[in-house]
């Protein structure tokens, strides 16, 4: 009886640590390489949403990494999207906000695209 408590503790402990969290792989953050910064803008809302962009980007730059091509269509709806709900602040926003987030819109495209591409 006692080799079978151990051995089910044992097992119990190995199936403890195979399943942790903690790997020798890290993620990367794909989004801090491109150099984009989103500017802050007077609404609080807007500002929380182009933050959303870093985890959408990093999503692409790993499905991109692992050629993963059956998220392709998920994660550009999912940009799409995001740039929609971007535009549909502009108009809370003053003349100068609103070519500043044009431009900040504009600017994702090209490392979006890059990435996009990778996947075909």
Known sequence: MKHIKFL???SLIALLF????SS???????YSKTGL?????????LNEHLKSFEPLFNDLGSAAASKDKEKSYDLSKAY???LLKGLDFKESLSKEEQQQLDT???S??????EFKDQLF
């Not at 195979?18 to 969290?21: E, H, I, L, P, W």
């Not at 910064?37 to 809302?45: D, G, H, I, L, R």
């Open 18 to 21: 195979s399943c942790t969290n």
């Open 24 to 30: 020798n792989t890290t993620a990367v953050n794909y």
């Open 104 to 106: 900040y819109l504009e």
């Open 37 to 45: 910064v989103a500017p802050k803008f007077s609404n609080q809302k």
């Open 108 to 113: 994702t495209t090209k490392p979006w695209d």
């Open 80 to 82: 799409s999207d995001w």
């Open 8 to 10: 089910f503790l044992f």
